[in-house]
Structures are given as structure tokens and as C-alpha cells.
């Protein structure tokens, strides 16, 4: 069988998105999250999707970048462990999500209270045990709250899911 040029065999590939993400706690471990202006009722860790300036530098890079973008919050340069790694089917005119969740660490009461948000990104963040995440966010939204909160706890990555029910 002869090999397609390279272009035409991406073509024969699913396309879809990839996002790196960073879960980040206050001292008591209660996850950090932040209000979506896009859909005021989605809580969503820092961090967003690569994108072409990404490339070179990797999915650490994404993460610190967007998150430091969303929130003022400077990250280490080297990225804390790979706690959750994501797989959500198309959804609507949306391909698949290929995500990527790192131990961003526990932030002091002094970094939580320095955040500063982008206003055209997100309204508000909050730090909240995760008993109170579970009664707040949408079930597909906990489940990967649960996971990154779980590997931390174990110290193993998580692979995660997300079905088309969710």
C-alpha cells in the first residue's frame, strides 16, 4: 500500500482541541476556580486552550500563560505534576477536547487575595471545599474537580473521560 502525502493524510485524522489547565488550592486544599463571563453559570480551572504560539513551548507553557493572563498569578517555570488527562467527544459543532491538568500548588490567603482578573474572561473566582463545588458546578465540570483533587491525593494522573452525556 502506497503512503499518502503527508497532507492528505491529516486529513484522513479527527481534528479537535487541546487545553492545559492548572488545579490550584488554598492551604486547606479547596480548589480555586474561576467564573466563566462566557457562561456565568461554568466554574473553570486557569488555564485555556493552545494555541499556535503554544507550540514550541508545550502544554506547561499554555497553562502558565493563560493562567497568569486570567489571574495575575505568576506559576514556577517548571510544571508540578500531570494530575488529570482528559478526553471529551464532539459535542454539537464542537470536535473532540484532549485536556492536560497539572498540580499548579497551594497558594497562600496572600496570592488568593492578589488575584487579578481578566474582566473579559471571567467575573469572579472563589475557593471553595469541594462538598460545595459538588451542590455549584455541572456534573461533567466535577468529575474532572473530583479527579484533579484525587490524583493530588494519590499521586498518580488520572485519565478522565468526559462522555457525551455529560
Known sequence: MAHLPVAEYL?????????????????????????????????????GNLEFADLADGLWSCARRETCEETGLELPERPGPLLVVVYAPPAGA???????????????????????????????Y????????????????????????QARADGRTVVLHLGAEA
Do not use: C, M
Not at 485536556?99 to 492578589?114: E, S, Y
Open 11 to 47: 486529513e484522513t485524522l479527527p481534528h479537535g482541541t487541546v487545553f492545559a489547565a492548572v488545579h490550584l488550592t488554598d492551604e486547606q486544599d479547596n480548589p480555586l476556580l474561576l467564573r466563566s463571563v462566557y457562561d456565568p453559570e461554568e466554574w473553570q480551572f486557569g488555564g
Open 126 to 149: 472563589a475557593v471553595r471545599p469541594l462538598g460545595e463545588w459538588r451542590r455549584l458546578v455541572a456534573p461533567r465540570r466535577l468529575r474532572l474537580i473530583e479527579a484533579a483533587a
Open 94 to 124: 464542537w470536535p473532540f477536547k484532549l485536556g492536560f491538568v497539572f498540580d499548579g500548588g497551594t497558594l497562600t490567603d496572600r496570592r488568593i487575595a492578589g488575584i487579578r482578573l481578566d474582566p473579559g474572561e471571567h467575573s469572579s
